[in-house]
């Protein structure tokens, strides 16, 4: 029998639950930084679910000065990484959703390793990944 002095036990959101609450999240930053005002689009960043329309997703690893630098593929298949892809969908920042030309369908969530990128004395100022500069 319940104790209807103890408050009911919590349980944790649903991931739809939880995709909600993290556009609700977003939004609500947004407006606090001035940069969404109500309107289709406010109402459009309540409605459009991310995890939907990017899946995918990579995440940097490695340090910033180690080369080459590493990126993990999350993948909303995958529920073990659904909470951090979520961080990444809804955080504000940039989202790297395909790596150096790869196809964007049928990828296999494993590290990719960035090309180290060498500017070479070409004369035109362009880089080269993997480039062999003597």
Same mark, same amino acid.
């Given at each position: 029998?319940?104790?209807?002095?103890?408050? %009911?036990?919590?349980?944790?959101?649903?991931?739809?639950?939880? &995709?909600?609450?993290?556009?609700?999240?977003?939004?609500a930053g947004?407006?606090?930084?001035?940069?969404?005002?109500?309107?289709?689009?406010? +109402?459009?960043?309540?409605?459009?679910?991310?995890?939907?329309?990017?899946?995918?997703?990579?995440?940097?690893?490695? /340090?910033?000065?180690?080369?080459? %630098?590493?990126? +993990?593929?999350?993948?909303?298949?995958?529920p073990a990484?659904?909470?951090?892809?979520?961080?990444?969908?809804? /955080?504000?920042?940039?989202?790297?959703?395909?790596?150096?030309?790869?196809?964007?369908? /049928?990828?296999v969530a494993?590290?990719?390793?960035?090309?180290?990128?060498?500017?070479?004395?070409?004369?035109?100022?362009?880089? &080269?990944? /993997?480039?062999?500069?003597?």
């Amino acid at each position: 029998m319940l104790d209807p002095l103890l408050p %009911p036990a919590q349980t944790a959101p649903s991931p739809e639950e939880r &995709t909600r609450i993290a556009r609700a999240e977003m939004v609500a930053g947004l407006e606090a930084a001035g940069h969404l005002r109500p309107g289709p689009v406010r +109402d459009a960043f309540l409605a459009v679910r991310r995890e939907v329309l990017m899946p995918q997703a990579y995440v940097r690893r490695s /340090g910033p000065d180690e080369t080459p %630098p590493r990126w +993990d593929l999350l993948d909303w298949a995958v529920p073990a990484d659904r909470e951090e892809l979520l961080g990444l969908l809804y /955080g504000g920042e940039s989202v790297l959703v395909q790596h150096d030309g790869e196809p964007v369908l /049928g990828r296999v969530a494993a590290p990719r390793l960035r090309p180290v990128w060498k500017r070479c004395g070409s004369g035109t100022g362009r880089a &080269t990944a /993997g480039a062999s500069c003597t």
